[in-house]
């Protein structure tokens, strides 16, 4: 019996006095099943086995993340892996010696931030910080190093992972020197209704700009254009998706190639 399901036992048997201690520890694990199942709202925990994410539960501490809160930055120790249930992470790199940055890569439910620790590499490889509020589970890095080397199917379903991070920032870059602002932004918007529950999110014109590597001239103009053509509504940095086929529509092929990746490297598979 795992420690948890025990100590609720334990727990239940105490303060209840249950009889019929058969009846008790279903009920105790059928709590443990309904807290894990949160953890499931995370794509890369709900790849695990019950007993794989059991010996894992007690690692993950719930967070809240707020817009603006620093993940990990650029050429740092990774202290800490993140694994959103909904909102936004976003990476950002270093694009000249004036402090501009331009993003890199996003992360939310379908992934996790800190994968690059299981590829040997200690420090972050960008600036990483909240770009949509949300809520997740942190853990220390230490602890996550070893769960992953302990426990069957945690560094399969990392590993993958990091495999599909690859693509996105490989194709994020064809896509830069491709393709308009306008379908760049399409596909970014995408891209985070994927991560967000819900069709609106808030969004600065500053981190769009970040996003698209673009003047905040340029960015007004993209949102308008958006706007116009009635696929989102934009006001006060609020955003609404109005039109997902549309907006599809309006993207260019990156969209579909980073997502058919990751559905063929992580959805369906069982670490
Ligand atoms: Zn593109």
Redesign the pocket.
């Known amino acids: 019996m795992p420690s948890y399901v025990a100590l609720e036992v334990r727990q239940a048997l105490q303060v209840k006095n249950f009889s019929d201690t058969t009846a008790a520890l279903a009920d105790a694990s059928m709590r443990a099943m309904e807290q894990h199942s949160d953890f499931r709202s995370n794509r890369l925990l709900a790849q695990l086995h019950e007993p794989a994410l059991a010996a894992l539960a007690g690692e993950l501490t719930f967070v809240q993340l707020h817009v603006g809160d620093p993940v990990m930055a650029h050429g740092r120790l990774i202290r800490n892996v993140w694994f959103p249930a909904d909102g936004v992470i976003s990476m950002l790199a270093p694009a000249d010696d004036r402090g501009r940055r331009v993003e890199v890569g996003t992360i939310g439910k379908e992934g996790m931030a800190g994968a690059s620790l299981l590829l040997g590499a200690p420090h972050s490889p960008g600036d990483l910080f909240v770009q949509v509020s949300g809520h997740g589970w942190r853990m220390e890095a230490e602890a996550f190093q070893q769960a992953a080397y302990t426990i069957p199917g945690v560094a399969d379903v990392v590993l993958r992972y990091a495999h599909t991070l690859f693509i996105q920032a490989s194709?994020?870059c064809?896509?830069n020197r491709?393709?308009s602002a306008l379908?760049?932004c399409a596909?970014w918007l995408l891209m985070t209704h994927d991560r967000v529950n819900g069709d609106e999110f808030d969004l600065t014109q500053e981190y769009l700009g970040h996003m698209l590597g673009e003047r905040r001239a340029t960015v007004s103009q993209v949102a308008s254009t958006l706007r116009d053509r009635r696929l989102i509504t934009y006001n006060r940095g609020h955003i609404r998706i109005l039109d997902r086929d549309g907006l599809e529509d309006a993207?260019?092929?990156?969209?579909r190639i980073i997502r058919g990746e990751y559905e063929s490297a992580i959805a369906g598979r069982k670490a």
């Open positions: 194709q994020g064809a896509c491709t393709h379908q760049r596909r993207s260019c092929p990156c969209y």
